[in-house]
């Protein structure tokens, strides 16, 4: 089944705590891309990835990292949350940038 | 400055009636064009592709894209309490950057 499996799904955190989101899809994507979703404020681009080792920032890119060193994986690291970080998490993928895109499932994130 | 504008709502339709979902957009280089439906606490689902000017249908969904005025909506036939969800515009420039998101539009389907 081709899908885009996240972990974990829920976390609560304290500020400051090194974490890291895992992303893997398996339908041989070239483009994947990572969202944060807030009320009033909708899905908004944190980073994204063209292909292995080709990373760019989004829209918040700020507190957060990303790394492509395998085409399946693109994990999302916050090495030093904060609780404004607080968010529901997306990652998608698809076959080019302008093509349309494949969710996880997402990733409920809390930062005390 | 990408931007992508929907009517927050709620937008209440009573069910068998035609639900119509409005989008506009403010680059004109824009390329692609998706709907996505998105129930509460999960994630967002592609309904509708849509790439040139003119109309798409599928099932009960229809996308109907107007370059010209920087416009694309969603029309949703026969509408079913199982519609009842935030409907997602999100737009492509024919960059990297992927796609921008609008804000979402509740749609609620009255029984």
């Known amino acids: 089944e081709a899908q885009v499996t996240q972990n974990p799904r829920y976390l609560i955190t304290v500020t400051g705590k090194k974490l890291t989101v895992t992303c893997s899809q398996n339908m041989n994507h070239e483009y994947m891309s990572w969202y944060r979703q807030d009320p009033g404020l909708g899905l908004r681009q944190i980073y994204y990835?063209?292909?292995?080792?080709?990373?760019d920032k989004g829209d918040v890119p700020e507190g957060y990292k990303v790394s492509r060193k395998e085409k399946r994986n693109f994990p999302l690291i916050l090495e030093s949350p904060s609780p404004n970080q607080t968010s529901l998490y997306f990652c998608?993928?698809?076959?080019?940038?302008?093509?349309?895109?494949?969710f996880g499932d997402g990733t409920r994130l809390s930062i005390l | 400055q990408k931007e992508v504008e929907q009517n927050s709502g709620p937008l209440s339709v009573p069910e068998g009636a035609i639900a119509s979902l409005n989008c506009t957009y403010s680059d004109r280089g824009s390329q692609s064009f998706f709907w996505y439906r998105q129930y509460s606490g999960k994630s967002p689902e592609l309904i509708m592709s849509?790439?040139?000017?003119g109309d798409k249908e599928d099932g009960r969904f229809t996308a109907q894209l107007n370059k010209a005025s920087q416009y694309v909506s969603l029309l949703i036939r026969d509408s079913q309490p199982s519609d009842s969800a935030t409907y997602l515009c999100?737009?492509?420039?024919?960059?990297?950057?992927?796609?921008?998101f609008g804000k979402g539009t509740h749609l609620i389907i009255q029984p």
């Open positions: 990835s063209m292909n292995v080792e080709v990373t």
């Open positions: 998608a993928s698809s076959s080019g940038s302008n093509q349309p895109q494949h």
């Open positions: 999100a737009v492509n420039r024919g960059g990297a950057d992927g796609l921008t």
């Open positions: 849509i790439y040139s000017n």
